[in-house]
């Protein structure tokens, strides 16, 4: 590889380059003391090349500086490894310099301790990626000084062992080029890439590196008269420009003929032009002019001027055939949008002179030039323990990185979101409470519905309610990962407090029912003991076994003699067996309800109220028609405490469903009808009928329903979803 021959810069060369665009002199002097507290204390390192470990800090503060970004990162860049290789401590630097040169190197530093495995150790990557991200969501530079690293060590990559070689190799290639590529530096990406391959394959690289060079005098006539034809037309019309020939980097070319199983000589017959024009305007001046000149290839024309690539970049592409036959890729842009796309972020982030560096302003500025790292940022800021580093790094890959739906806020920031994304995940993006108090969508001055896929160029706005939150229903449209995880965080979280809250009540019932066998509930009920035989009722938890026992999922009468280890009912049912002179059996019955101990009793759902699966139950004889089981907080039992008996659910029959009458009252508006019948068929739950009334002196609709669901958390769910509907102010079970 041609790097060996560089010349290494030295400390006056930074401080040449600095001074190119830096002239403060407190600023130039800060870049000088670095340098020379750098060379204090490396003093007596060295790089395995042989060379004083200060040859290093200056290659990368000079790279710094071409990349013109401001004194303190240059500083930085200086001082980037004398936490780790001098043990200076964080304060110590930051009585040295200021705190913000401390922050970046401590950053810095903190991102370099992990080591890498290769690719085979998934976890090792999505905890660097996830390290390097959150690094870079909090300050960008921090990510500059360490790609600017990673360069200088691949460039000198020669004088290290084939197996780190190698390693090395595969994790800038895995890591390092990728971001680089995120943040628009095409010049160090490509000269990652190529070293990587170089590397990695070098076989591949000296054969591709052989083939570009065969062609080459042939190719460079063509292009020189091409350039020598656009240059005399372009002149003719007095267009300021410059022009000239480039060359692709060999792994782009690779990664053509690889990915894309195009020939070599497909891949290079494309000869490459670039023009730089003085302004936009001719910008498109020049395309004018070599489209009249040249026959375009159609579908070619590409105008990222108006709409710029992800990474800010910005030009126009066209391809067009030249008079001999030959085929030409064009690119036309600005000065500025041509070092845009060399250096990305950092040709944004141009150090300009007197104005005060603001990091957090800096940092705003870049996320509304780059909409992804906006996303990026919202995405670090939600990480926590609960999730995984690989989580946390499928969501950015699969929700950011993969976006190819742009829609909009009101307001005009873009939101890069995954393929069949919907407003639900739009909402989770702009913020957690958003997303959880999501009540409806407007896309494009319309009403939709959230489950509503969402195309480029839609402006999105949710409508949120307080108080309410995320459906179960939910996860089954949303696209995005983080959506995903939020709904599903809430609901388990949730769900907990649900259960927590009939603890008491099944603890109770548990103590009670001890007690009745004549045991002391002190003895039995200790949280050891009751941990220990939560599998036999196959619940994770004490807090899930009390509530099992609060809602009669789980039956308290076998807890009790799983806990006393005795069989105690079989006794009772021996006594009842001997009075009945048969085995007594507790076998569910055509209505899904049992009565503890008592066989065969005709059994009904009582319509008055119409009691589902799951729901608090007691029955009441009837004289003629057995026991009618009502729901325990019906109005018609309230006073029949004499002829009330214990009945439970059965085993769930997941098969079957179960009536409920539902009353909505909502302010009248269009399409209200629509909206409540959706939730019922989105929630996947029968209409079994509706009927609406309006009033006309309130305006109030009154929608009455039955709908069939499978069991109490089906309507719960249910109900929750109609509260959301837009204008419905109350939705209840009636009882009637
Ligand atoms: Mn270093």
Redesign the pocket.
Known sequence: MGNSDRINPTVDDVIDEARKYIHDPISLTLIERAANYASVHHAGQFRRSGEPYTV??IN?AYILATLRVGPQTIAAGFL??CIEDCGISRDELANEFDEEIADLVEAVTKIGTLKYKGKDDPEYQAANHRKIFIAMARDVRVIIIKLV?RL??MRTLQYQPEASQKRISAETLDVYAPIAHRLGISSIKNELEDLCFYYLNRDEYYHIAKLVETKKAERDAAVTRMISEISEMLGEHNIQFRIFGRSKHLYSIYKKMTTKHKRFDEILDLLAIRIVTRTELSCYETLGYIHAKYRPIPGRLKDYIAVPKPNMYQSLHTTIIGEDGKIFEVQIRTEEMDAIAERGVAAHWRYKEGVKYDARAEQKEIESKLSWFKNLTTYSEGENENTSASEYMEALQHDVFSASVYVMTPKGRVIDLPNGATPIDFAYRIHTDVGHTAVGAIVNDAMVPLNTELHTGDVVQIKTMKGTGPSEDWLKFVKTNQARNKIRNYLTKKETEQHESRVPEGEKMLADELRKRGFNPKDYMERKKIESICKDFRVNNHTELMYGIAVKSINVTSVCERLTNQKAHISEEAALSRVLGKEVQHRSTKSGLIIPGIESMKMSLAHCCLPVYGDPIKGYITKTEGVKVHRLDCPNIADAKTRLIDVQWDEGDSERYYDADLNVIARDRSFLLTDVVTVVSQCKATLESINAAVNHDTLLSTLKMVIRVHNIDHLNNVIANMRKVESVITVERTAH
């Open positions: 290093h800090l990368v980037h490894d690293d200088h060590n």
